[in-house]
């Protein structure tokens, strides 16, 4: 497989193979497919157009400013997410696809209204700080615009105010040079691009490709609680015939996104969830990759996690094959790591987590050093 890029499969956003959102949702019997594609072939250099005024001039595919094949090549240039900001949707039926039911009172209460406040600042101190830490291990730091997400809209189908910006992966994907904006299966985030926008022009104009997935309508009758398919074929459609996209599927009754679930980290690598089995795990094993269970999160009972579930302690950054971004809490899967022979970098974001994502989450890779391989 080669592009060992997981995509997002569930409802919270291009999420949903980090595409059509609302195509994804949760398979009925719990199993949700998500996908990740793989290239069927190791592609040679190719030449990008650069836009310099109004000139097109050409440049090789390793230096485009957007170039990435898999999530542990050398980390080189990453876009992290915004607390600022950031507002609790409305609980309509696409957020409770998703969000465990025990959680729907804060939606209830909070909803159309910002984050609780002191636990908001807390969040933005944290992830300053990651940003920090990813520039003193090398690693240049890209953010979002401040956007005021208090603001309602109303398009032909539906009325929402906005939620944040704080998880680019889940609305931009890197495959080589390509940028690909999906879009979100919540209304809260239907306008969520306009934050990442002056970034992806910049990174167009210095000769990246850019595309914008198809927006779903987001009408009432588009919602239905079974997973569908046209995401994936969207994708499979646009990556041909470079890339192979998978289909897997896991057991998971509030699925939202691959990376709690199935997080590759290196070449023949897998972090697998051991509460929720994968249909096809055969595929991995049968290709000689290791498949590792992380161990049970260490986060306190009583921390709020008002979007996903504990286990974000596996949803890790590799800065490369030997370094990887780790909750400083999570002295288990630190171990973990070191047996594998890979360091974890300490990094307390335990209220960023309230807000949903783990660092994977928070971050979405701009360029890595490393060419495209076969990895099945
Ligand atoms: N992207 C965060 C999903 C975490 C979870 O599976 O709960």
Known sequence: MLRVKCLRGGCRGAEAIHLLGSMFGRALTGWTQKAFQSSSSTAGSQMQGKVVGDHVTETK?????????????????????????????????????????????????YGGHSFPEDHLKKAVAEIEELCNILRHEGVTVRRPELIDWSQVYTTPDFTSSGMYAAMPRDILLVVGNEIIEAPMAWRSRFFEYRAYRPLIKEYFRKGAKWTTAPKPTMSDDLYD?????????????????????????????????????????????????????????????????????????????????????KWLSMNVLMLDEKRVLVESNETSIQNMFESLGIKPIKVSILHANSLGGGFHCWTTDIRRRGTLQSYF
């Open 61 to 109: 595919e390793q230096d485009c400013p957007v170039c990435s094949y898999n999530e542990w090549d050398p980390l080189e240039e990453v876009i992290v997410g915004r607390a600022e900001n950031s507002h609790v949707p409305p609980l309509t039926v696409e957020v409770k696809a998703c969000i465990y039911e025990n959680c729907w009172p804060f939606y209830q209460k």
């Open 225 to 309: 609680p079974v997973t569908n398919y046209m995401g994936i074929e969207w994708m499979r459609r646009h990556l041909a015939p470079d890339y192979k996209v998978h289909t897997i599927s896991f057991k998971d009754p509030n699925a939202m996104h691959i990376d709690g679930t199935f997080n590759i980290i290196g070449p023949g690598l897998g972090l697998l969830n051991p509460e929720r089995p994968c249909e096809q795990i055969d595929m991995f094993y049968k290709a000689g990759w290791t498949i590792v269970k992380p161990p049970t999160p260490m986060i306190p009972d009583d921390h709020p996690m008002w979007m996903s579930s």
